[in-house]
């Protein structure tokens, strides 16, 4: 079994986009500003989002995080969108999710610029995406995509099972593989998905995406598997500093004995997608500087 090292794949992808940058400014461009607007104080997204900002700062470019009560009206959300989507120093931001209940995260989405949207949440993209036009890529999907590049991972003709159809997760990471290059046949499957196991077993490659702690277990999987783990779920653990502990959705003691190789939580898919946000506001950035 090898381990697939986000940390150490996403620290490769961050030092070539800091060398980018470090060459624009050089060449007198201003840095890349990225944005965060994020509602309430849900302590994972103040996280993910401390993380982006520390990950912007690795690599050159300016952040800024917009903090709104968790009381923001719908209307005040959609202003400050409207704000982002104006301001010409910004070239790409993100509404962290999830949003409470009150807000209607849908329109939230609709209302960005879909060439700001370095989250590639916005309907715009995600239609670009699944016609394999150039579009933003949401960030977890790309950031699996580049880990099994960097691994020289086959998915040519390889049986694919995701398991979880999100929106941001699953249902575009199963377009994305059994689109070219990677031409893989790919079986969604979801909670109402019958005899799971009997599809699992047939996998080379699963991607389990469904939020649930330790859900894929050894028996599930075939010999030599190639096993990517979404899966980030805060379970309590008084014996730790902060009084939980990040769990996959794979059982991972187990199923490592019998997978070929398989992403560590944390510190295989978390990373990837941090990186590639990174990526999609570069890109974000040259569209818009029309830098190649
Ligand atoms: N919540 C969970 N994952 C994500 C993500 O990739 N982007 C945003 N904006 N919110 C999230």
Redesign the pocket.
């Known amino acids: 079994m090898e381990l697939l090292d986000g940390k150490k794949a996403a620290t490769k992808v961050q030092e070539d986009i800091a060398k980018e940058v470090a060459y624009l400014k050089e060449k007198g461009h201003r840095a890349p500003h990225l944005v965060?607007i994020l509602v309430g104080q849900n302590g994972?997204?103040m996280t993910?989002v401390n993380n982006k900002v520390t990950a912007c700062e690795r690599v050159g470019f300016a952040s800024s995080v917009v903090n709104l009560p968790e009381s923001v009206t719908q209307e005040e959300l959609l202003g400050e969108i409207q704000k982002l989507n104006q301001d010409t120093t910004i070239d790409g931001f993100?509404?962290?999710?999830?949003l409470p209940k009150h807000i209607k995260e849908q329109e939230v989405l609709l209302a960005i610029n879909p060439d700001k949207d370095a989250?590639g949440?916005h309907p715009t993209n995600f239609g670009r995406m699944a016609l394999g036009l150039e579009a933003f890529i949401?960030?977890?999907p790309y950031g699996i995509l580049e880990l099994l590049s960097q691994y020289q991972i086959p998915t040519d003709g390889k049986n694919v099972v995701v398991i979880g159809r999100s929106d941001?997760?699953g249902r575009p990471i199963s377009i994305l593989l059994s689109q070219k290059p990677w031409n893989a046949t790919v079986t969604l499957t979801h909670s109402r998905t019958q005899n799971l196991a009997a599809l699992t077993q047939k996998a080379d490659i699963i991607i389990a995406a469904l939020g649930s702690p330790n859900f894929l277990k050894a028996e599930m999987i075939k010999e030599g598997a190639v096993i990517i783990d979404v899966g980030i779920t805060r379970v309590a653990d008084p014996s730790t500093k902060k009084g939980f502990r990040i769990v996959g959705d794979v059982d991972f003691e187990n199923v490592k004995e019998k997978a070929s190789y398989i992403t560590p939580v944390p510190g295989g898919v978390g990373p990837m997608?941090i990186a590639m946000?990174m990526k999609n506001t570069l890109n974000a950035y040259k569209r818009t500087h029309k830098i190649q």
């Open positions: 965060a994972a997204s993910y993100i509404v962290q999710l999830p989250d949440f949401p960030a977890t941001i997760v997608t946000l």
